[in-house]
C-alpha cells in the first residue's frame, strides 16, 4: 500500500507547503568538541605536517580495516594516483574500470599517461559487472579498478580471481565504503590496494584527505615515497637521526596529509563504529518505507555484502511515472530535499568524449541506470525527523507523478 493519503497535498513545486522548511543535504561531516580539541592540540604542537599524528593515523586506519600498511595522502584523488603508481600503471597501459564513478576513479590512469577501459556495469548493484571484464582485456592491462558504488562492496571474489588469471592488480576504490564488509572481511584488507576518501561527506573526515590500505610492504613503500617526492626519507625522521642527507629516487608529488588533518581522523576513527551504525538504521527505515511505494526501487544488494551506505540511490522506474528524473529532481528539491545524481557516467564527460571519441550507448546498463538514479540524503548526522521528512517528500512528489 503507498504511504500518502488519498488526498494529495500540492507539491511545493505547484506552490503547495515544502515538507520541511530549510533544505537538507545529501550528505554533511559531523564534527564534535572532541574533534575540535584534537586539532587545537596538534595546532599547539611542534608539527603541522610530517609530524607523529600521521603514523598514528595511519597505523590505527590499518588495525581497524585489518591491513598490513596504511598510507595516508592528502586527498582520494591523490591515494588513486599514488596507487596506480605503486600499481606499476605507466605510459600505454591501460586498467579497467566502471563508468558509473567519480571521474577521478578513472582520472588517476590518465595521471599514469595510461588508459582507462570501461566495462558496464551490474544491473542491481550498479558495480562493475565482472562478466564484461574479459572482454576488455589486453595485453596492455595492468589493473582492474572496481569500485563500491553507493558503499556496496564490488565482487571482490570475482575481480581477484581475474586478476589471478592474467597477472593483473586489484585497485579497489572503497570512497564510497569505509567500513563496508565482504564475506565478513572489512573492505581495505582485500584488494591489492584498497582507496579511501575523507572529504566531508564521507564516514570518517580530515576535510581533504584519502588513505591507500595494503598488505604489500613493496607497495606500501612505492606510496610512501610517491606521496613525498619520490624522497627516501621523512622530515621527522631525518630530525630524529640529526642528519640532512635525503635521496629522490623517483619522481613524485607533495601529496602528504597534514597532522592537523591526522589529527582530525583520529578523533573521528574512534565514532566510525556509531556513524555505520547510524547508516545501517537509516539505510533500513528507507528500504522498508520505499518498497511500499509504487514507481521506484530501492539499491540492490548481494549477501555476501554489508554496504556502509554512503549513499542511497532510488531509482525511478520511469515508464510508471508521468515525469522524468529532471522534474523529480526539482519537486524533490522544492520540498527542500537535498537530492544529488551520483553519477554522470564517466565517458559521457566532455573531455572523455573528445579525448576517446565516446558517443553514447556504450555501456547501457550505466548509462540506463543514470537517466533514473537520486540519491537521497544519507550522513550519520541525520535525525530521525529528517529521515521521516525524506521519506514524506518521496512519498508526496512520487504519488503525484504516478500514472
Ligand atoms: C568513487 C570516488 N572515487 C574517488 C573520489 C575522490 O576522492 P577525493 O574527493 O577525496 O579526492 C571520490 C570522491 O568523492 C569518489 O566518490
Redesign the pocket.
Known sequence: MPLSAPTREALAIHGGTPVRKTLLPYGRQCIEEEDIQAVVETLRSDWLTTGPKIPEFEEAFAAWVGAQYAVSFS???AA?HGAAFAAGIRSGDEAITTPL??A??ANCVLYQNATPVFADVDRDTLNLDPERISAKISPGTKALLP?DYAGHPADLGAMLEIADRHGLVVIE?A??ALGAEYKRKRVGSIANMTVF???PVKHLTTG???MVTTDNAEYADALRKFRNHGISSGARDRQQAGQWHYEMVLLGYNYRLTDIACALGLSQLKKLESNLKRRREIAARYTSAFREIPGIGVPGGREEALPAWHLYPIRLDLPKLTAGRAEIFRALRAENIGVNVHYIPVHLHPYYRERFGYRGGEFPIAEGAYESLISLPMFHGMRDGDVGDVIRAVDLVIGCYRK
Open positions: 586527498s582520494g584523488t588513486l564513478t567519480f577521478a576513479t569500485v576504490d570512497c564510497h576518501s575523507f572529504h581533504e584527505g584519502g
